[in-house]
């Protein structure tokens, strides 16, 4: 497990296109933390940093929002707040797991069972108004993502020198 401590939205979106750099496509990142901890600031700068050129806003009550990239491929954001109580299987994850997307997930915890077999997962949580902790593991057995959090992590370690 990795962990820093943002101390803006803008560090936070640094820190955010530093892992849309480094991450492959198809990969699953979940992003867990209470309202107000910075997963949208989070989500937007991975998807500007992708190239997307539209405003990218928590997809709250459409659950999932697709952005074209500028590689080609594409940017799929998904809030599964609205899916706490069930409907995990109408959303039809896996449809959505292929190399030609980058995917972020909002509360992932809701729809774990959809999830692949090996995710990256970040916590964050706020400190303080402008500060916030972000945490990052690989779960489940991935020497692929684990080659990329570490990546990650030296890169983020540049961004707050």
Same mark, same amino acid.
């Given at each position: 497990?990795?962990?820093?401590?943002? @101390?803006?939205?803008?560090? !936070?979106?640094?820190?955010?296109?530093?892992?849309? +750099?480094?991450?492959?496509?198809?990969?699953? #990142?979940?992003?867990?933390?209470?309202?107000?901890?910075?997963?949208?600031?989070?989500?937007? +700068?991975?998807?500007?940093?992708?190239? $997307?050129?539209?405003?990218?806003?928590?997809?709250?009550?459409? /659950?999932?929002?697709?952005?074209?990239? @500028? %590689?080609?491929?594409?940017?799929?954001?998904?809030?599964?707040?609205?899916?706490?109580?069930?409907?995990a299987d109408s959303v039809d994850l896996p449809?959505?797991? !292929? %190399? %030609?997307?980058? /995917?972020? /997930?909002?509360?992932?915890?809701?729809?774990?069972?959809?999830?692949? %077999?090996?995710?990256?997962?970040?916590?964050?949580? $706020?400190?303080?108004?402008?500060?916030?902790? /972000?945490?990052?593991?690989? #779960?489940?057995?991935?020497?692929?993502?684990?080659?990329?959090? @570490?990546?990650?992590?030296?890169?983020?370690?540049?961004?707050?020198?």
């Amino acid at each position: 497990m990795r962990e820093w401590m943002s @101390e803006s939205v803008e560090e !936070t979106q640094r820190m955010a296109t530093e892992l849309a +750099g480094i991450i492959p496509p198809g990969t699953v #990142v979940t992003l867990e933390g209470a309202l107000g901890s910075g997963k949208t600031a989070f989500a937007q +700068g991975f998807g500007r940093a992708l190239g $997307v050129k539209r405003a990218i806003k928590s997809p709250t009550y459409t /659950i999932i929002k697709e952005y074209p990239a @500028e %590689d080609g491929k594409s940017f799929v954001h998904m809030d599964a707040y609205r899916l706490e109580e069930g409907g995990a299987d109408s959303v039809d994850l896996p449809s959505f797991l !292929t %190399d %030609d997307r980058y /995917i972020l /997930i909002e509360w992932a915890r809701f729809i774990e069972e959809e999830l692949p %077999d090996a995710w990256l997962a970040l916590g964050l949580s $706020v400190v303080s108004e402008n500060q916030r902790m /972000i945490r990052a593991e690989v #779960v489940g057995e991935s020497s692929a993502l684990e080659g990329v959090l @570490e990546k990650w992590a030296r890169a983020v370690e540049r961004v707050r020198e």
